[in-house]
């Protein structure tokens, strides 16, 4: 979507996210890294407003279409007219550029190396068609992407957190900077401007490798570990937490997708004062595809596309489907961290069953339990 507003000379940024951007020169590729609440997707979206006032298509990528949704909404007050910048998801920017016809793998996915083949044997062929690109979360993608994409883009810009990466295509920080070149220029942003410092302190716990963030200033309640019988008595304790907090946006993330159609149908009977969302993937479009993730209210997704998302309270809401996982496993701790860090305010951990899973037993300290 192309937006050509009036732009505004980043008042929505600190002192330091601007330093980030003034540190990214116009041309060549770069890796931006940075913890969650750094400011990252802010920083894309202007670094990609930045790149289109060149003259050249310049396309803001992500993989999560719901990514991608939060992404276009914060192009609407930052594009130049004369200057637009188109938020996509990978898959669609593929599809637009090799066609429909794009060669996948027997997973579904595209087969990278076809389309490397391709890209390059196209090389030279119409440099000025040849866009900007700008990921976000770009930890989500794979080598197989960067090669493919170097060679069909006039210059990237990665915006990265390596200890965010769920997905099965994922990519180091040090993969990146490798597939795009030995210039690939580095910079690093830091800061948490979103979480409370209890949230940010329990986050710390479940954190796999890179460097210690700095934990926020900001104080806050602490985290809530809560037992509940059933689904309904989640789904009532969500509707009170929609009635305290009337202004507040409540991220309930699913890991079951039964789970998201039981806990909808219950909201939506609830009479909560904002209709409930829910995201769905597999929607081609409509009430469960495109979201309004700035309103009030609250949203259900799966843990699958929460990463860049935030949200004022967030409701883990079946963490005893982790009993079965290794407490130690990475994938286990990188999927908590991204979940706990999309809080701002406040933090339910909540579970069913007869026994709390292991990887929510010993947070004595960082966490309450009811």
């Known amino acids: 979507m192309a937006t050509t507003n009036t732009p505004v000379l980043h008042p929505d940024l600190t002192p330091a996210q601007r330093d980030c951007l003034e540190a990214l020169p116009l041309t060549g590729n770069h890796v931006v890294s940075g913890p969650p609440g750094s400011g990252k997707s802010l920083l894309a979206a202007h670094r990609a407003v930045h790149m289109a006032l060149t003259g050249r298509p310049t396309v803001l990528l992500s993989r999560s279409n719901l990514l991608r949704q939060l992404l276009r909404d914060t192009l609407q007050g930052l594009t130049v007219a004369g ?3 188109e938020a996509a998801t ?16 027997q997973d579904g996915w595209f087969d990278w190396a076809a389309l490397t083949q391709e890209a390059a044997a196209a090389l030279g062929e119409d440099e000025a068609a040849a866009p ?4 976000d979360e770009g930890q989500d993608l794979s080598p197989g992407f960067y090669r493919t994409a170097r060679l069909a883009s006039a210059s990237m810009t990665v915006f990265a957190d390596e200890c965010q990466r769920l997905t099965d295509t994922n990519s180091t920080i040090a993969e990146i900077v490798n597939t795009l070149g030995r210039s690939t220029g580095r910079v690093e942003i830091t800061g948490n401007h979103r979480n409370s410092r209890e949230i940010a302190s329990l986050a710390e716990h ?25 689904t309904k008595e989640l789904a009532d304790d969500i509707v009170g937490m929609s009635a305290r907090h009337p202004r507040d946006r409540i991220g309930v993330i699913v890991n079951s997708l039964r789970m998201a159609a039981d806990l909808m149908r219950r909201l939506e009977r609830a009479g909560l004062a904002q209709e409930p969302q829910l995201y769905s993937s597999s929607a081609a479009s409509g009430r469960y595809r495109d979201l309004d993730l700035t309103r009030p209210g609250v949203v259900v997704v799966h ?28 994938t286990l701790r990188m999927a908590y961290y991204v979940m706990i860090t999309r809080a701002r305010e406040r933090l339910v951990l909540g579970w069913q069953g007869s026994r709390m899973p292991r990887h929510l037993e010993g947070l004595q300290g960082w966490v309450r339990t009811r």
Do not use: C, M
Not at 212 to 228: M, W
């Open 90 to 105: 990978v898959h669609s920017w593929v599809l637009r550029h090799f066609g429909y016809g794009a060669p996948r793998t």
């Open 83 to 85: 200057a637009p910048v």
């Open 303 to 330: 843990r699958a596309s929460a990463k860049g998302l935030d949200f004022d309270t967030v409701v883990v809401a079946d963490a005893e489907s982790d009993s079965a996982t290794d407490p130690t496993a990475a």
């Open 132 to 135: 900007h690109l700008v990921i």
């Open 206 to 230: 479940f954190r796999t490798g890179g460097s210690r963030p700095d934990i926020p200033i900001r104080s806050g309640n602490l985290p809530l570990v809560r037992h509940y019988s059933g």
